[in-house]
């Protein structure tokens, strides 16, 4: 039994249709002649809250009963989720409370404040923080609002791949940035059900690839140092309820250098006029990086550029180290 089905993604898009973007499917010939493969690119950069995770959180949020809602929300995130639930939380009229990472983005902190929610910080590894929130929410009678490892959030991610299936005819491959695996699990749950032949992989920072190494070995497998550029995706271990639907559906699991991910998130600058953060360009960089398999070559494949929430200073770093 899997955690989710495609009715359940059909039942988060109508409950969050309206507070969110149907986001743009674009095709770029540069990218394409540079890639070998035809290159669309799926605009979650340019969502509200600047990332697909508002998806997920409206997704969560909208579903609960209104008397449990206004007890609270709490959530830890290294930045996109922890920005979407205080913008969800806001939109409904509930009081958020966000954990973030010690030395987190100060632009992403900058911003959850600014959409109205209390800002904690706690360690810098994402179960650290989950286990505070999970306490907390017990003690406060807070609605915990996890970044990936639920039903709610799962089907709000996939509703992503709906677009994608709906919008491209002849899409051949899906590929996703993969964290806790909230958003490739909705994903291919989605584009599976609807048509099993496109093929959807994941793809990872080779310094945080806890997801390839966990389907490889068919179990959750922990990593014990994370090292990359890719803050989005900095998780030591796929989650309880995702994994075993990336076993389920997810073709493979794929890795690229953080060379490979500035290169890509550079590309996207300067020739498409699209900002990406770092996480957002990871499934750009398979195809570039020639990670993607060769049986792609001339076939329509889809990179979910999942986020673009940057800092001015950071992304400066970014394009000086990509030459
Ligand atoms: C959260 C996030 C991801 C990964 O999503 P998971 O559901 O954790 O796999 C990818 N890209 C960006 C920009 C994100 O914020």
């Known amino acids: 039994m899997s955690a989710i089905a495609l009715k359940d993604v059909l039942d988060a898009r109508e409950r969050i249709a309206g507070a969110i973007h149907r986001t743009p499917l674009v095709h770029s010939e540069t ?3 540079l890639s070998g493969v035809q290159v669309y690119l799926k605009l979650e950069n340019l969502q509200k809250t600047g990332s697909f995770k508002i ?3 409206c997704s969560k949020i909208f579903s609960l009963p209104p008397e449990e809602g206004r007890r609270g929300i709490i959530t830890a995130s290294s930045g996109n989720h922890g920005q979407a639930v205080a913008y969800a939380s806001r939109m409904r009229g509930y009081s958020a409370t966000v954990i973030m990472p010690e030395g987190g983005s100060p632009v ?3 911003s959850i404040k600014g959409y109205g929610a209390e800002l904690l910080y706690c360690g810098t590894k994402s179960d650290e923080r989950i286990s505070l929130a999970r306490r907390m929410s ?3 009678g807070l609605t915990f609002v996890p970044p990936y490892d639920d039903e709610f959030v799962m089907a709000g991610q996939g509703t992503a791949g709906l677009e994608i299936v709906e919008d491209l005819d002849g899409v051949s491959a899906v590929l996703v940035p993969t964290g806790g695996c909230g958003l490739i699990s909705g994903i291919a749950t989605a584009v599976k059900e609807k048509n099993p032949s496109v093929a959807v992989f994941g793809v990872e920072p080779d310094g945080s690839d806890s997801t390839g190494i966990s389907f490889r070995a068919g179990r959750r497998t922990a ?3 994370i090292n990359t550029i890719a803050d989005g995706i900095r998780t030591t271990i796929p989650g309880e309820l995702t994994f075993p639907v990336v076993q389920r559906y997810v073709d493979d699991m794929l890795a690229v250098t953080d060379d490979d991910v500035l290169r890509a998130q550079r590309l996207m600058l300067e020739r ?10 990871v499934s750009l960089a398979a195809m570039l990086s020639g990670a993607l398999p060769d049986r792609f070559k001339g076939k329509r494949v889809v990179a979910l550029v999942s986020g673009g929430n940057v800092a001015m200073m950071r992304l400066a770093e970014c394009l000086a180290r990509s030459c």
Do not use: F
Not at 272 to 281: F, I, Q, V, Y
């Open 108 to 110: 992403k902190a900058a």
């Open 55 to 57: 998806r997920g959180a």
């Open 223 to 225: 990593l014990r140092d």
């Open 272 to 281: 498409c006029k699209l900002l990406a953060e770092p996480t957002g360009a």
């Open 138 to 140: 017990e003690e406060r």
């Open 31 to 33: 990218l394409s002649s």
